[in-house]
């Protein structure tokens, strides 16, 4: 993996990460006519809270995820690129946890959409990864979890093939479009990415 900092640290959100084929970047304006062409599908949207996309709602989201620029101020959000063309994207945030504010957190939770269309090429695998070396690249940060829908089976394939293991299976614990759903937990301490890694 390759830093490009462009005057940040490793530990705060660099302005670009390149894998062996993928760059990993924060997000810029013009974002949102790429990531409507997966989030704007049902397919996509199925298992997320929110519905697929209109041109608005992609807008509003990437200006949102614009401001995510460094994990340990509380969030990061990156566009996944290969070839020059948006095929996914993830975050990382901070979690309050018992007893600790954002500012001492020690998890982060972590989320991602790829598209359908770049699907089976080991592209999630490799940007996930990248991902984690990021999270664990913060200091204070010993544990990443992340938390899907129990139905989505790719998500749960896809933090199996990272090395986390699953934590917990809340049932009907959340209201989503007009239905009880049940949420699986997964997770990975830092000690466990480095023996991964």
């Given at each position: 993996?390759?830093?490009?900092?462009?005057?940040?640290?490793?530990?705060t959100?660099?302005?670009?990460?390149?894998?062996?084929?993928l760059?990993?970047?924060?997000?810029?304006?013009?974002?949102?006519?790429?990531l409507?062409?997966?989030?704007?599908?049902?397919?996509?949207?199925?298992?997320?809270f929110?519905?697929?996309?209109?041109?608005?709602?992609?807008?509003?989201?990437?200006?949102?995820?614009?401001?995510?620029?460094?994990?340990?101020?509380?969030?990061?959000?990156?566009?996944v690129?290969?070839?020059?063309?948006?095929?996914?994207s993830m975050?990382?945030?901070?979690?309050?946890?018992s007893?600790c504010?954002?500012?001492?957190?020690?998890?982060?939770?972590?989320?991602?959409?790829?598209?359908?269309?770049?699907g089976?090429r080991?592209?999630?695998t490799?940007?996930?990864?990248?991902?984690f070396d990021?999270?664990?690249?913060?200091?204070?940060?010993?544990?990443?979890?992340?938390?899907?829908?129990?139905?989505?089976?790719?998500?749960a394939?896809?933090?199996?093939?990272?090395?986390?293991r699953?934590?917990?299976?809340?049932?009907?614990?959340?209201?989503?479009?007009?239905?009880?759903?049940?949420?699986?937990?997964?997770?990975?301490?830092?000690?466990?990415?480095?023996?991964n890694?």
């Amino acid at each position: 993996m390759d830093w490009e900092d462009a005057g940040m640290t490793p530990t705060t959100a660099p302005v670009t990460i390149r894998t062996d084929r993928l760059v990993l970047r924060t997000y810029r304006s013009g974002d949102h006519q790429d990531l409507l062409t997966f989030y704007g599908r049902s397919d996509v949207c199925r298992y997320l809270f929110n519905a697929p996309w209109s041109p608005e709602d992609a807008r509003e989201a990437v200006q949102t995820r614009m401001s995510r620029r460094d994990l340990a101020a509380g969030a990061v959000a990156l566009v996944v690129e290969y070839e020059g063309r948006v095929v996914g994207s993830m975050s990382a945030w901070l979690v309050e946890e018992s007893g600790c504010t954002a500012e001492t957190a020690h998890t982060a939770e972590v989320g991602w959409a790829f598209s359908p269309e770049f699907g089976g090429r080991g592209f999630a695998t490799e940007a996930v990864a990248a991902l984690f070396d990021l999270v664990f690249a913060t200091p204070r940060l010993r544990r990443v979890v992340a938390e899907m829908d129990a139905r989505n089976e790719s998500s749960a394939r896809l933090a199996r093939r990272i090395g986390m293991r699953r934590e917990a299976h809340f049932r009907q614990n959340a209201w989503i479009k007009n239905e009880w759903t049940d949420t699986v937990v997964f997770a990975m301490l830092r000690s466990e990415w480095h023996s991964n890694a």
